[in-house]
């Protein structure tokens, strides 16, 4: 997930929060009414053409796509009746659509509902952001690089409940895939009605098919909320009667707004999380999120010899780093792909765990490393690196930290910092002008493959420009592999050979750190993905 602006560790996270009357934790009236809270505006509900953390917190709770992820990160039926076997050796999916399955004025949900919103996911003219996250449907390789029309996208209503999907290869995480808000329908009717462009932009422009409907909410306003959809299929299973959207930039007034009893789920970070680590209202949460360093290997620039990568790597103490500097729970990372992603079916094990290197500092093997590299890539006198950030607090932390680490444990060398506003920063980071980047990787859904596959050449998610035909080759082949042995056994090649490259840094290990009031209940903290709502309750 590319687009989330983070409190702490370069991370910004939706959070829940309860306006109620009374002073104190626990004097919270019992109504069945959530306030939840953004740490951003929301600027659009239209899923095919954004993918910001305020959309695809909302979404997950006022729609759904064919499926949903229950409590234990799993897909399970939503739009759809069934969980659908593949035919066709795994390329073909045929969905029927729930007979009850309704938009919150009323329309039925239709097949082609789902066709719509996809290819108006890929359409060039609707300015799509996510086009990438299509990868392996029928055509949309194609589509990406302009050589098929959006229209060829593999998608076809083939009945009035009836949708077909047919895949370029077999997809061994698609029904993951495709629990993502991006996939998710569209009101052909109603979206034509109020017009393509207007879609979206405010509550009277919207419509959901989920457990909830926004009301309230004008396209600029910082505050909005959620009503129970009474055309629902599954009501039955919804005990919240409204929940209460607000905007909370800052953690420490996310804080305070839980201790007065006007949070129920408040998300901490920085300087606030770490004085908190003792609360008793304290819920550490595990998310697919590594925190890392994009390295700039383009041709002509210093870090594109490998050497110099892994001696930078060697110098950093994630340890201190963690304990020392984060102090909020967040673990040092000795893979890219973080722990609780996934399991690996043929070991047993979990995938980062059994991928994963020493995070011990090695001063002696990195000199001589960096001296090698020096030497190969013909570099005299001092080196300068740039280091380049956002300008948030945490990321100033964690920039200074690893500036430290470099200039005091290798020789002539002078990293310099540059913390930005986040517009500025992009526009840094897009130029290419700088050699380590503060950077970030939220999965979207719970696979490796979501982590690895943003590293292949060309990959926009790639500004470091990581380049290397057997990476490549290793992730194409995982894309595409035909049986379990195969997908798995190649991502951990895959994986390995990113580290031996050292084609990124990871860090650390971001955790999401809450505080929730002990009378909520049945809320669903994804590993990847967004906080579901929908089955949330308040106990007396």
């Given amino acids: 997930m590319k687009t989330i602006k983070l409190w702490a560790a370069g991370v910004g996270v939706l959070l829940a929060t309860l306006i109620l009357a ?11 009414t959530l306030n939840l809270m953004q740490s951003s505006e929301l600027t659009t509900l239209d899923n095919t053409n954004q993918a910001t953390l305020p959309e695809f917190n909302t979404l997950t709770n006022i729609s759904e ?70 990868s392996g449907i029928k055509n949309a390789d194609a589509i990406i690089n302009h050589k098929k029309s959006y229209r060829s ?25 495709i629990c993502m808000p991006v996939f998710m329908p569209q009101d052909e009717s109603f979206v034509k009605k109020v017009g393509p462009k207007k879609y979206g932009t405010n509550a009277k422009t919207t419509v959901s098919n989920g457990a909830f409907k926004i009301t309230d909410w004008t396209g600029t306003n910082e505050t909005y909320n959620l009503v129970k959809n009474p055309y629902y299929w599954d009501k039955g299973a919804v005990s919240l009667k409204q929940i209460h959207y607000k905007t909370v930039k800052d953690p420490n007034t996310a804080h305070n707004l839980f201790q007065s009893g006007k949070l129920d789920d408040a998300t901490i970070s920085g300087v606030t999380a770490k004085s908190l680590q003792k609360n008793k209202h304290l819920k550490r949460v595990p998310k697919a999120w590594t925190y890392y360093l994009q390295v700039n290997q383009q041709k002509g620039q210093p870090l594109a010899n490998q050497k110099l990568r892994e001696a930078i790597s060697l110098v950093i103490n994630r340890n201190a780093l963690t304990q020392k500097v984060l102090a909020d729970g967040s673990q040092p990372a000795s893979s890219f792909v973080s722990p609780k992603t ?87 980071r897009t130029s290419g002008r700088w050699d380590l980047s503060q950077w970030y990787w939220l999965a979207d859904f719970a696979d490796p493959i979501n982590y690895l596959g943003i590293l292949t050449s060309n990959n926009t998610m790639n500004p470091g420009h990581f380049s290397d035909r057997t990476y490549d080759r290793l992730v194409a082949k995982a894309k595409r592999a035909d049986n379990q042995n195969d997908y798995w056994q190649n991502l951990r090649r895959a994986e390995n050979r990113l580290q031996k490259l050292t084609g990124v840094i990871p860090l650390y290990y971001v955790k999401e750190d809450h505080l929730v009031n002990s009378k909520l209940t049945g809320v669903a903290y994804h590993v990847a993905g967004f906080a579901d709502y929908t089955r949330a309750k308040l106990t007396k």
């Fill in 65 to 134: 796509g064919l499926y949903r992820l229950n409590d234990n990160d799993q897909p399970v039926p939503a739009m759809a009746t069934k969980l659908v076997k593949p035919t066709d050796n795994g390329k073909k999916y045929v969905f029927q659509i729930r007979k009850n399955a309704k938009w919150s004025n009323g329309d039925s949900v239709k097949a082609a509902d789902f066709e719509f919103a996809w290819k108006r996911a890929m359409n060039p003219a609707n300015n799509p952001v996510y086009t990438y996250i299509f």
């Fill in 22 to 32: 009374g002073c104190g934790n626990q004097s919270r009236s019992n109504n069945q």
């Fill in 342 to 428: 996934a399991i690996d079916p043929l070991t047993g094990r979990d995938f980062s765990e059994e991928t994963s290197t020493s995070v011990e500092p090695d001063l002696q093997k990195a000199r001589q490393l960096w001296n090698q590299g020096r030497k190969e890539a013909k570099i005299s006198g001092t080196l300068r690196l740039s280091i380049i950030g956002d300008d948030q607090d945490v990321t100033k932390n964690v920039a200074q930290f690893v500036q430290g680490q470099i200039n005091q444990n290798l020789p002539n060398v002078k990293a310099s910092i540059s913390n930005l506003p986040d517009k500025a920063y992009q526009n840094r």
């Fill in 153 to 177: 996208l593999g998608i076809k209503a083939t009945g009035y409940r009836t949708l077909e999907i047919t895949l370029d290869h077999p997809m061994a995480y698609f029904n993951k895939l």
